[in-house]
């Protein structure tokens, strides 16, 4: 198993800091707004928790008729039909299920790529439309989309991006049933220590964690059984 940036440490708020008192209803959440917040994230999790944080209508996340914040705007929309379902909601300040499906879609062009030039005769992908969401033996929940190879034989191999309840900043990928690369967004760091870039670091920055991710796909696909 590979690790990108071990020592880094996870679970990062994305909110800005909440103000207090009037000032708590009075203005929108999003950094620098000063705008009146009168729409409240309509996000409620499994256990009956809301987010309560509030927002004015430009920085509002429309989702069906509904408004959310960012991060649980990106939840539900990852979730799809499953948001029905308590158990499949994380919980209020649990960004995992959001974090899957923007490393899905942000990089889909080069993961998805990195599994198709491992195919081999007679082999075809199947794609996760939304996130899953899945119970561990320990009664932990995980959040995976990914991919599915198959042949006519009926043989799959999955190969999955992955974030467990236990650690929300922390991607794993799974191909088969073998974790072979685990790592944080560079994103998810950078705001942790509070450190902006500009947008050519950024860009290489990602690039750099996505590449990471591409080899050991191609790597653990090439030597599957």
């Known amino acids: 198993m590979a690790v990108l ?9 994305t909110h800005p800091p909440a103000r207090t008192g009037a000032a708590a209803t009075a203005f929108c959440r999003e950094r620098g707004c000063e705008v009146p917040g009168f729409i409240e994230c309509a996000y409620v999790d499994g256990r009956g928790r809301s987010c309560e944080t509030r927002w004015c209508s430009h920085h509002a996340h429309k989702v069906g008729a509904r408004s959310y914040c960012r991060r649980h705007a990106s939840t539900v929309a990852a979730l799809g039909g499953k948001v029905s379902d308590p158990r499949a909601l994380p919980v209020v300040d649990d960004r995992g299920a959001s974090l899957v499906s923007w490393v899905c879609t942000e990089g889909q062009a080069a993961l998805r ?5 491992e195919l081999r005769p007679g082999e075809v992908i199947f794609d996760d439309r939304t996130v899953n969401v899945v119970r561990q033996a320990s009664g ?20 999955m991006i992955c974030v467990d309840e236990c650690d929300d900043a922390r991607i794993s990928v799974e191909v088969g049933n073998t974790v072979v690369a685990v790592a944080v967004p560079p994103w998810i760091t950078r705001r942790r220590a509070s450190q902006e870039v ?5 860009a290489s920055d990602r690039a750099q964690f996505y590449g990471f991710l591409v080899k050991q796909i191609g790597g653990a696909l090439a030597a599957r059984d």
Request: net charge positive.
């Open 5 to 13: 940036d071990p020592t880094t440490e996870s679970i990062v708020e």
């Open 113 to 117: 790529g990195a599994v198709a030039a």
């Open 140 to 159: 932990a929940r995980r959040w995976e989309q990914g991919w599915r190879v198959a042949d006519r034989g009926g043989r799959i191999c999955r190969v």
């Open 198 to 202: 500009g947008p050519q670091r950024d």
